[in-house]
């Protein structure tokens, strides 16, 4: 019994050690991969469940990473978040994403909304504001084209500085979407003092939908209702969770049933040929 014991402790320590080799890999890379524009935007159409059209695309990154090919999101944001190097990392595809929209209205296509994740770690300092204030000076952004998306968790650690952060971005028309909403620990005590405009209902409530219905949905729905927010579905799989939701009374959705996360041509070429679905 002992010496299996030492065999699993043993065992623990390689595992250990290879996660935390893997994390200061990533950590190192990341740093490069900012520096050589290793990252792409990919763009998913967001659209009206009513009248179906594409609204807006959610900007999606995608690393093209140099040895370990396509590595998707979630196997390094987490990691970024860790070390902190997502400041950096969210405000050079901020810029990427403004440089698209830039890009597309040279090219005369139809102005669209895109929308961006970061992290709530930028709602602890005002210089988020002015960073936010430049991209649209520097791209000559139509009012509230480049918008955002965040989780709630961050924001209700200092609901005073975040608020005023979320006021100062107000005049350059960007929304505030709270993402993934409905998981983790919701504080719908402070929902009503956040400034904030739309909800992204979590993907886990559409996942049900396609087997029973869940009452928290229509909980949310009418919560939203009697905000004034509007709701975006995510993972919108199938023609039954599109029905249902919009019966509900959902206003938006994404998913994979109308469209993947897009390379950026392809997406505005989705736009072109959808603006009617
Ligand atoms: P998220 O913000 O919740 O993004 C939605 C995720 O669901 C995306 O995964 C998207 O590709 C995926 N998805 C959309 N529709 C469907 C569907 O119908 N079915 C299924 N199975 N999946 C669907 P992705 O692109 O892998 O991103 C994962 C997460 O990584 C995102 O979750 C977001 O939290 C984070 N992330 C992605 N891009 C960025 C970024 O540029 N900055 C930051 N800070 N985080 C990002
Ligand atoms: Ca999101
Ligand atoms: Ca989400
Ligand atoms: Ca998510």
């Given amino acids: 019994a002992k010496s299996r014991g030492r065999g699993q402790v043993c065992y623990f320590n390689n595992a250990m050690r ?13 740093q490069h991969g900012i520096r050589n524009s290793e990252f792409e935007l990919f763009f998913q159409p967001i659209f009206s469940l009513n009248d179906p059209h594409v609204v807006s695309f959610e900007a999606l990154v ?5 040895k370990n090919g396509l590595v998707p999101p979630n196997d390094f944001i987490p990691i970024a978040e860790q070390t902190g190097q997502i400041i950096d ?29 970061v992290s709530s770690r930028h ?20 009012n509230g084209s480049l918008c ?18 979320i006021t100062g971005l107000a005049p350059l028309g960007v929304k505030l979407y709270l993402d993934d909403f409905g998981t983790g620990y919701s504080a719908l005590g402070y929902l009503h003092q956040l400034p904030i405009h739309v909800l992204k209902l979590d993907k886990s409530f559409v996942d049900q939908l396609t087997h ?48 993947k996360p897009l390379p950026a ?12 679905m």
């Fill in 18 to 30: 290879k996660k935390l080799k893997r994390r200061a890999d990533i950590e190192n890379d990341l």
């Fill in 89 to 117: 990392l969210d405000l050079h595809l901020l810029r990427s994403a403004a440089q698209q929209l830039k890009l597309w209205r040279q090219a005369g296509y139809p102005m669209t909304r895109v929308t961006v994740n």
């Fill in 265 to 276: 041509d392809e997406a505005m070429q989705f736009l072109l040929t959808h603006t009617e």
């Fill in 123 to 142: 709602f602890a300092s005002l210089d988020f504001v002015t960073y936010m204030q430049q991209l649209y000076i520097d791209h000559q952004l139509p």
């Fill in 212 to 259: 029973k219905e869940n009452p928290l949905i229509d909980a949310i729905l009418s919560l939203a209702r009697s905000l004034d927010l509007n709701v975006v579905a995510e993972g919108i799989e199938n023609p039954k969770q599109w029905a249902l939701l919009k019966r509900k009374g959902c206003q938006f959705g994404q998913g994979f049933m109308v469209s």
């Fill in 148 to 165: 955002l998306e965040i989780t709630e968790s961050g924001l209700i650690e200092n609901l005073k500085l975040a608020t005023q952060i």
């Fill in 62 to 66: 995608r690393w093209h990473h140099p």
